[in-house]
């Protein structure tokens, strides 16, 4: 009975320290909601974080619907070593300093925004959502 007992201490113990000492930084996502006017088809809304620090930048890309709405995230990485120096005890600090919003059809840009970290409301979780919607001008002006 003993042994079972500091087995399962030693079980308990060490999914304890494993879980806290190497968890890996978070991901939150990045939303920002807008519209394309007029509606341009076949081209995609690009939504760039900038980081404030660290390395890269995460990016990524949806269709608007037909009408020219979108809502579009892009999930971003906290870690401010990447995804494997997060598993070595990284510094979890990276935070959004701008989010570049594009209007992209095949390798010409249409339009572009920039949205600063204040722009953002931030929720519990640290998600970013901005605070007012995007247009994105597809006729170029």
Known sequence: MPGRFL??????????TTDTAWAPCNR???TVDGTVEPPVAGALVRLEAQPSRGNGRDSDAVWPDANGSFSASVWY???????????FGDDCS???REVVVSLV???RTLATTHLDAAGFLVDALGNYRAKSRVTLRG???
């Open 94 to 96: 990276r935070k959004p």
């Open 77 to 87: 990485s906290t870690s401010v070593k990447g995804e494997v120096g997060a598993l």
């Open 7 to 16: 087995a399962a201490l030693l079980l308990g113990a060490f999914l304890f």
């Open 139 to 141: 006729d170029g002006q």
């Open 105 to 107: 059809a095949g390798d």
């Open 28 to 30: 939150i996502t990045i």
